[in-house]
Structure formats: structure tokens, C-alpha cells
């Protein structure tokens, strides 16, 4: 095996806002199989956080527990679209503090 050019990019988004940024996704680049665009999957579960001094909230007050309905959406995406889809997600995701993770992909 070896690396691949591709990268899966999973990140947590309240309900609200998921079709919005899957689409900005898909027009960034990403979610490309074979002759397939568009292409994620979304798994629903409770995001939890506190928000503390300094935090610009979308959701929730300072110092107190909050939890949210939120989809993980994961895409395959190349490594030349990478930049782009974060900085489309970040830039449709409601949250200051975007919950985004970046993994290397193995060629099989």
C-alpha cells in the first residue's frame, strides 16, 4: 500500500446548518468518487461544549453546559482541494471553533 492523494475530511455541524455546508463542500471539490460528485456521509449524534470568557457564541451562554443535535459529515477529497473545502467550510459553519478532522488516505 501507499499513500494516496486523497484525504477523508470529517467535520461536526449542527443540524441547521449541514445541507448548507455539504453543499459548500461539494462546490469547493470534495466528495469526488469516480464519475460521482456530491458524494458524503452523515452519521447524527450530540455535540457538547461550555462556552467560556471571550467566546463569540452562536449557540448557547458563557459558562454554562450546552448540547446540540449535530451531523458528522464525512468526504474523500485530493490533496490540491484541501485548502479550499476548509476554508469553505469555515466559512459557512456557524461555530467559531470549526470541529474538523484531516486523515490520510491509504491507495489500495
Not at 445541507?19 to 466528495?31: H, P, Q, S, T
Not at 450530540?46 to 451562554?61: C, V
Not at 490533496?79 to 467559531?96: A, F, R, W
Amino acid at each position: 500500500m501507499s499513500q494516496s492523494n486523497k484525504v477523508k475530511i470529517v467535520v461536526f455541524v449542527p443540524e441547521s446548518h449541514a445541507d448548507v455546508v455539504r453543499e459548500a463542500i461539494g462546490k469547493a471539490g470534495a466528495g469526488k468518487i469516480g464519475d460521482y460528485t456530491f458524494c458524503s456521509f452523515s452519521s447524527k449524534g450530540t455535540g457538547r461544549f461550555k462556552p467560556e470568557d471571550g467566546a463569540h457564541l452562536a449557540i448557547g451562554e458563557v459558562g454554562k453546559l450546552e448540547s446540540v443535535q449535530e451531523e458528522r459529515i464525512e468526504v474523500v477529497c485530493e490533496q490540491k482541494n484541501l485548502v479550499d473545502v476548509i476554508k469553505s467550510i469555515k466559512k459557512t459553519h456557524p461555530y467559531e471553533e470549526v470541529a474538523l478532522d484531516v486523515y490520510p488516505l491509504e491507495e489500495i
